[in-house]
T-cell receptor, first 113, second 113 residues
């Protein structure tokens, strides 16, 4: 079956530091890959996505590249802000099928001033 | 175009009571998904429904849990005889029939006391 593994948190960074959150996946076929963000007390928001190999998803300074050879979709941001503090979920869904999403366990990011 | 609407946002039930969680999908979306997020964990798929049909309920507990998506009105996730272990955040997502990305609601946080 499908699975997503992401680095455990919490991750604590100073403002303007570089962020990487690792994510690898196992799936049959060619899934679509996503990063969702959950701010404290809020629901999930789609941050970015990529639907095929070598695609790069980007939004709000975050980016992730779909690497089929390493089955990875690492999230990066060059300079984090305090407002980026949240839980980040890596996820996948099978392309062509319905949007049943498999989530990683989430990585909590805390950015300190 | 309003997003996925869930209500209530917070629900408190005593052990043995019933919990009803409602989800109105985005306009034009006919596919609804329910996920459960236990404390400190990622989201787990529960059930996928289309209008008047349950398509995939592989993530639903066999007892006490049921879901419906009637021809008219919101999708309902129903939990009978709640227990403390049912305390969680329940998220609904919807997607269009053409297979686009799923959008999530803000969730209902159920607390069983």
């Amino acid at each position: 079956g499908n699975s997503v593994t992401q680095m455990e948190g919490p991750v604590t960074l100073s403002e303007e530091a570089f962020l990487t959150i690792n994510c690898t996946y196992t799936a049959t076929g060619y899934p679509s890959l996503f990063w969702y963000v959950q701010y404290p007390g809020e629901g999930l928001q789609l941050l970015l996505k990529a639907t095929k190999a070598d695609d790069k998803g980007s939004n709000k300074g975050f980016e992730a590249t779909y690497r089929k050879e390493t089955t990875s979709f690492h999230l990066e941001k060059g300079s984090v802000q305090v407002s980026d503090s949240a839980v980040y979920f890596c996820a996948l869904s099978e392309t062509g099928g319905y949007q049943k999403v498999t989530f990683g366990t989430g990585t909590k990011l805390q950015v300190i001033p | 175009n309003a997003g996925v609407m869930q209500n209530p946002r917070h629900l408190v039930r005593r052990r043995g009571q019933e919990a009803r969680l409602r989800c109105s999908p985005m306009k034009g979306h006919s596919h609804v998904y329910w996920y459960r997020q236990l404390p400190e964990e990622g989201l787990k798929f529960m059930v996928y429904l289309q209008k008047e049909n349950i398509i995939d309920e592989s993530g639903m507990p066999k007892e006490r849990f049921s879901a419906e998506f009637p021809k008219e009105g919101p999708s309902i996730l129903r939990i009978q005889q709640v227990v403390r272990g049912d305390s969680a955040a329940y998220f609904c997502a919807s997607s269009p029939p053409t297979g686009g990305s799923a959008f999530f609601g803000q969730g209902t946080r159920l607390t069983v006391v």
